[in-house]
């Protein structure tokens, strides 16, 4: 049972490139999130989906874009890379009204 | 809005000392509360939840937290620190029964534990 899968684990972009984290999960669970981690900020929402073909933004949605069209995958594109979205991130799936997430082990995205 | 606070971004205990890592919330509904760990370039991993049943909790590895209404905080315990215990810890809030289960996080607590 693998989890929560995400790939790439590093990567490096330069400005205006543009580039889709994968993520993947075995767990069959309805929810989906992409939070992106930054030092002394903690975890903030980018997008979340509640299940196939259903996406809402989250905290800071500007400068990504998400689609869910199977309950497994949930991917993550960034456009028009900005060194503000230098950050790590994680995608993450649960059930409804559980709270417990089960979270990737992150990607780590540079932008130069 | 629901958020969270917590205090201390940076713990420092000596091995076999008491863990204490505080968490206040706010919220306007009933909440759910949660610790979760972080352990060096890993994902996060949930410690304990509080989903309005017993107010004291008890989680993995020894940690434990109360759940106080009245000072509306979450706070994280542990009677003896370990050195695997050095990580960060996240406090998170979500409304109970929230179509979403949305988690609000707070900026994270470092804990370090010295020889």
């Known amino acids: 049972n693998a989890g929560v899968t995400q790939t790439p684990k590093f990567r490096i972009l330069k400005i205006g490139q543009s580039m889709t984290l994968q993520c993947a999960q075995d767990?069959?669970?309805?929810?989906m999130y992409w939070y992106r981690q930054d030092p002394g900020m903690g975890l903030k929402l980018i997008y979340y989906?509640?299940?196939?073909?259903?996406?809402d933004k989250g905290e800071v949605p500007n400068g990504y874009n998400v689609s869910r069209s199977t309950t497994e995958d949930f991917p993550l594109r960034l456009e028009l890379a900005a060194p503000s979205q230098t950050s790590v991130y994680f995608c993450?799936?649960?059930?409804?009204?559980?709270?417990?997430?089960?979270f990737g082990e992150g990607s780590r995205l540079t932008v130069l | 809005a629901q958020s969270v606070t917590q205090l201390g971004s940076h713990v420092s205990v000596s091995e076999g000392a008491l863990v204490l890592l505080r968490c206040n919330y706010s919220?306007?509904?009933?909440?759910?509360l949660f610790w979760y760990v972080q352990y060096p370039n890993q994902g996060l991993q949930l410690l304990l939840k509080?989903?309005?049943?017993?107010?004291l909790v008890k989680g993995i590895n020894g940690f434990e937290a109360e759940f106080k209404k009245s000072e509306t905080s979450f706070h994280l315990t542990k009677p003896s620190a370990h050195m695997s215990d050095a990580a960060e810890y996240f406090c998170?809030?979500?409304?109970?029964?929230?179509?979403?289960?949305?988690?609000?996080f707070g900026t994270g607590t470092l804990l370090a534990v010295q020889p």
């Open positions: 509080y989903t309005s049943a017993a107010t």
């Open positions: 998170a809030v979500s409304e109970s029964g929230g179509a979403t289960n949305k988690l609000i």
């Open positions: 993450a799936s649960g059930i409804f009204d559980s709270g417990e997430l089960f």
């Open positions: 989906s509640v299940g196939a073909g259903i996406t």
């Open positions: 919220s306007s509904v009933p909440p759910y």
């Open positions: 767990m069959n669970h309805n929810y």
